[in-house]
Each structure stands twice: as C-alpha cells, then as structure tokens.
C-alpha cells in the first residue's frame, strides 16, 4: 500500500510517486466517530508497476492533474455512489485489464488522458463503465491496443465526447446502455 486516505478535508499532494505496491492511493471511508472520506487536490502523484493504481471505495471528492499511471492492472477504479473523481492530463497506462473502471459514482471526468497499454490486449478498455450517475470522457486520446470506451449496466448520464481513437481494429466505444440512459457520444474520429 501506498498510501491510504480516510477522512481529509481539503487535502493537497504534489509530486508523490508510489512503485510496486499493489495499491498505490486507496481513497476510503473513515468509519470512526468523526469519520468521512478525503475532499482534496493530488498533483503530479505517479504510480508504477501498481496491480491497482488509485481506488476509491469512499464519497472521496479528488481532483488528479497530470502524473503518469502505468499499472499491471486498473489505473483508476471508481466504485461509490458518492465518489467524485476528476482526472484531467494524465498518461494512464494498463496492461491486465480496464484502464478505467466504473461501477459507481457521482461524478467521474477524464479530460485530456492519454490511455495507453504496452502490448495488445482485446478484454481491457480504456473506460469501462458499468454504473454511476454523471461520466465525462473529453477529449482525450486512445491507443490501438485495445477497445476504447464501454458504457453498460446502470450508468445514468454519460458524455463521451471529441476524443481521438488511434487506427484500430477494436471499437472506439461500445454502447451497450439502456434505452432509459441519457448519453451524448459525437465528434470522436
């Protein structure tokens, strides 16, 4: 482990690195008296040769800007209906499975990313987003080594919008949404 977060209010970090662990940043719940989760800033906080890079199982509200996310398995995992997580010029690098994955939240935004992988893998996503309730993917840029985008399960409101796909043979984002999900998915090429 990393480095492991419960409750901070308005919490900054700049230039943290965390290597090989199999958790680099886990965001939960502090579940004492005074508990709560972590609200706050992470700047330029690297992960390598992580299984996972940052986790949160909590109502975490982070902003992550730039760094560099090369793990074996998840980058980001995002899994509580109160979790707002907002990534934005990050190099996001996994090789074992999704990039990014979804399962619950409030608000998750991935803006100007590169997602990337060291060799193909035709099972690992970019995004792979199966619930939550507000998602933003923007104009961010995707290798050929795998699929780009899937949307499924319950995800409730979801933009998947001006992102660049690298020639490939797998799909840019799979739309597999229930009729009843708000989506917006344009100008990608």
């Keep these: 482990m990393g480095f492991k977060l419960g409750r901070l209010d308005e919490f ?7 290597i090989g662990a199999k958790t680099g940043f886990l965001f939960e719940e502090d579940k004492s008296q005074d508990g709560g989760s972590t609200y706050g800033g992470l700047f330029n906080c690297s992960t390598d040769a992580c299984q996972f890079g940052y986790v949160v199982t909590s109502g975490a509200r982070i902003r992550v800007t730039n760094g560099s996310y090369l793990n074996h398995f998840t980058a980001f995992k995002i899994a509580h209906p109160d979790a707002i997580v907002l990534v934005d010029g990050a190099v996001i ?8 994955s979804i399962s619950d939240c409030r608000n998750v935004i991935f803006s100007a990313c590169r997602f990337q992988k060291a060799f193909e893998n035709p099972k690992a996503y970019g995004v792979h987003v199966t619930g939550g309730k507000n998602i933003i993917v923007n104009a961010c840029e995707f290798d050929s080594f795998g699929p780009g985008v899937y949307l499924g399960g319950k995800a409730g409101k979801v933009t998947v919008t001006s992102n660049i796909f690298e020639e490939s043979k797998f799909p840019q984002v799979e739309d597999k949404l229930p009729d009843s999900a708000k989506r917006v998915i344009s100008g990608n090429q």
């Design 12 to 18: 900054h970090a700049s230039n943290c690195f965390v």
């Design 93 to 100: 690098q996994s090789n074992g499975d999704h990039m990014v």
